[in-house]
């Protein structure tokens, strides 16, 4: 298939997206986290298995952020996704 002048496979296109990791899955107390999104929290040592709700997991992430000297622009990305997707999840329309 040609999309603005080049060639794109369509086959390629899928693997680049690698849908399997980025799917996002409830994990419990209605916590909805893809494969990649659970590594980012795992190699900051945070366990997303223990939180009640996804309010208390972005308040947790949002204090390794400000408390720590930490630089991780993966786990700053992941706090924005999540608390966007609380936003739209819990605001009322």
Sequence with gaps: MEVN???INIDNLFDQIDIKNNFRIN???DIYLSNN???VLE?????YKKYSSLSSLI???EECLNSETLVDE???SLLADLS???YYKNTKK
Excluded: A, P, V
């Design 59 to 61: 308040f947790d992430i």
């Design 84 to 86: 966007e997707l609380n």
């Design 5 to 7: 002048g080049k060639e």
């Design 74 to 76: 993966e786990l700053d």
């Design 37 to 39: 999104q659970i590594s």
């Design 27 to 29: 994990r419990g107390n």
């Design 43 to 47: 190699r900051n040592k945070i366990d």
